[in-house]
């Protein structure tokens, strides 16, 4: 017989109480699934991403004893695989692939990449299509849906080996809900966890995509080994993602890092979002799209870009004005956040050189000495950034831990 609803949690009190030998175990495990899971960085190579025991034990600070205790419980599990070594604790560790799958989902102004990885957040397999920018957030995730089984299916594995997925939307995320219709207007209001959840038939997380930008160059790009950098997206808006301490900084309510609605200019352009003279207006690929319109009309970015590196004047002085106002608005946050990169991702970054060296110039213009020299840099990443850390992220959101005895 079940015990009654009040002993349960009493029981669940008991077992979860700060000290307790529960707790204790449990936060022990969590160390030591963390170093396998971080450890797999820099890897393309699943089988290389392996680690001792004792490699365990000194980088969790754990007792190799209990280190071994833990592992044996994992692999009992079938949590983790473990080849013998030198001795027992020189076996090495990682985590199993039967343990299950991830998936990363990044939905963009005219794209959609779905992207499936094992548990340290390796990518195995990914796939994307373009979009119109109009679409429905049901035909989106329809989409999506059919990419997904279609990557399993590849794989050779069944729906039920995805542990979780996380959504990446170009928005301002509240509470799970698209709050803004500026880029993904067939998005706006909805709950997009719980329509995401109903498509997927999986546990969902939502996330804003230069967030998982800002996650992946921190942990497998070129911000690696920074505690504190920037990330920002420069494709048809302009947005950022904070790693503050090694974390993820959300503000109150999640909506940090909306850069793109920085004013540079009071008598300026009217954004999109109502206001005159944002940072957007001035430096996502559109703004410098729109100002080559009447010489290049329906050219790419891509288009302006080579017309750029092949000496176009218009093009050269269009990128120029873009990046001066680029160093401007990074001035600012580096002013307030002082962080020790800014890497510049999307769309824009594929013009390399011709956006940093102005946008350098803005920036010791627009910094306090102390900060005016703060690294600038291209994303290691490109177009893969968000897709990249939707898969991470969807690792580290999976709960690995065994039911408890």
Excluded at 345 to 353: F, K, M, P, S, V
Aim: glycine share 10%.
């Amino acid at each position: 017989m079940s015990p009654p609803d009040s002993a349960r949690s009493e029981s669940a009190r008991s077992e979860s109480a700060p000290g307790s030998t529960s707790s204790l175990r449990t936060a022990n495990q969590r160390r030591v699934l963390d170093v396998l899971r971080r450890h797999r960085v820099g890897h393309k190579s699943a089988s290389k991403v392996r680690l001792t025991q004792a490699d365990l034990a000194r980088t969790t600070g754990l007792a190799p004893a209990t280190v071994s205790n833990i592992v044996r419980e994992f692999a009992a599990a079938g949590l983790v695989e473990v080849e013998p070594g030198s001795g027992r604790r020189g076996a090495s560790v990682r985590l199993a692939a039967r343990a299950g799958l991830v998936c990363g989902i990044d939905f963009g102004h005219s794209h959609l990449s779905v992207a499936i990885g094992d548990l340290t957040g390796h990518v195995l397999s990914e796939q994307s299509r373009s979009l119109e920018q109009s679409h429905h957030h049901e035909e989106g995730l329809t989409y999506a849906a059919e990419m997904l089984k279609r990557e399993l299916d590849e794989l050779g594995s069944e729906h039920s080996a995805l542990r979780a997925v996380v959504v990446g939307l170009p928005a301002p995320v509240i509470d799970d809900v698209v709050r803004s219709a500026a880029i993904l207007p067939g998005w706006v209001g909805v709950n997009a966890r719980q329509v995401a959840e109903q498509h997927l038939n999986c546990p969902v997380h939502i996330e804003n995509d230069a967030n998982l930008g800002a996650l992946a160059e921190h942990l497998v790009g070129v911000a690696r080994g920074h505690a504190d950098s920037i990330f920002l997206k420069l494709s048809s808006g302009v947005g950022a993602g904070i790693i503050i301490d090694n974390e993820l900084f959300h503000g109150s309510v999640g909506a940090a890092g909306e850069v793109g609605h920085l004013t540079v200019n009071e008598q300026g352009p009217v954004c999109r979002c109502g206001s005159r003279g944002c940072l957007e207006a001035y430096a996502s690929s559109g703004s410098v799209l729109e100002l080559m319109s009447s010489q290049m009309p329906g050219a790419t970015i891509d288009e302006v870009v080579a017309a750029a590196q092949n000496g176009n004047a218009s093009a050269l002085r269009s990128l120029e004005d873009a990046s001066f106002h680029l160093g401007w608005g990074i001035g600012s946050l580096v002013n307030i956040l002082n962080p020790s990169i800014v890497v510049v991702g999307g769309d824009l970054a594929r013009a390399g050189e011709l956006l940093l060296e102005p946008a350098r110039v803005g920036l010791r213009r627009h910094a306090l000495d102390a900060v005016a020299s703060t690294p600038i840099v291209i994303s290691k990443l490109g177009h893969r950034a968000s897709l990249v850390g939707a898969v991470l992220l969807a690792a580290e959101r999976t709960d690995l831990l065994p039911a408890a005895d």
